[in-house]
């Protein structure tokens, strides 16, 4: 049976909101998401790219984070390493963009709507998504306290992996609608994961 497509899943409109925020092409996948097996590997190789970007900019960092599921000791994920940098003011990019630059992060979206977002990726060995967000975004506490829950929690951890696994064997245009298609799980364990008020 061939796995469902859901190339399709996004209008016109939708699909040209998505790729305005690219500062080049977004990259298209047409067809499954690759899973790999947790690897204890991972957090090592965030460490190593901590200390590239705190050597990269110094005490402008107010905070840097090991996020996503390869954060998740046990959870199989794409084996790309999502780091969270929370900088004071992500639109002044004329301070921190060069030297994460130099670094070899390439700058490639920009949403500033979306609480001054930006992404750089870098890569591969390993590939890198680092999203940047201002101290006021309320992306930190979501993404922290879904990463802290999933440690902690094997029954959720489980049911996020399922998911994830369903979701995979589909075809997908863009990896961003996979992202999306996992909201209503997310969501659902954000409600357990976050204090009553978050």
Do not use: C
Request: aromatic share 10%; proline share 10%; hydrophobic share 40%.
């Amino acid at each position: 049976m061939p796995p469902t497509d859901h190339t399709n899943d996004w209008d016109s409109a939708e699909e040209q909101h998505f790729r305005d925020s690219w500062l080049e092409a977004p990259p298209t996948l047409d067809g499954q998401i690759l899973l790999a097996e947790y690897s204890p590997f991972w957090p090592d190789q965030y460490a190593r790219l901590a200390a590239t970007i705190r050597d990269a900019l110094g005490d402008r960092i107010l905070q840097l984070e090991h996020i996503g599921s390869t954060s998740v000791p046990g959870l199989a994920a794409k084996p790309i390493i999502d780091i969270l940098l929370v900088l004071a003011d992500p639109a002044l990019e004329a301070t921190y963009v060069p030297p994460l630059e130099h670094a070899g992060f390439r700058l490639v979206l920009r949403e500033p709507s979306w609480y001054e977002h930006r992404l750089f990726r870098r890569g591969p060995d390993p590939n890198v998504n680092l999203h940047v967000h201002p101290p006021a975004s309320p992306e930190i506490t979501r993404w922290l306290h879904f990463r802290d829950h999933l440690r902690t929690t094997p029954a959720d951890r489980a049911l996020y992996e399922q998911t994830k696994r369903r979701l995979a064997a589909a075809r997908w245009r863009y990896v961003q609608q996979y992202a999306e298609a996992k909201t209503e799980v997310i969501e659902a364990i954000l409600a357990r994961a976050l204090p009553v008020g978050g």
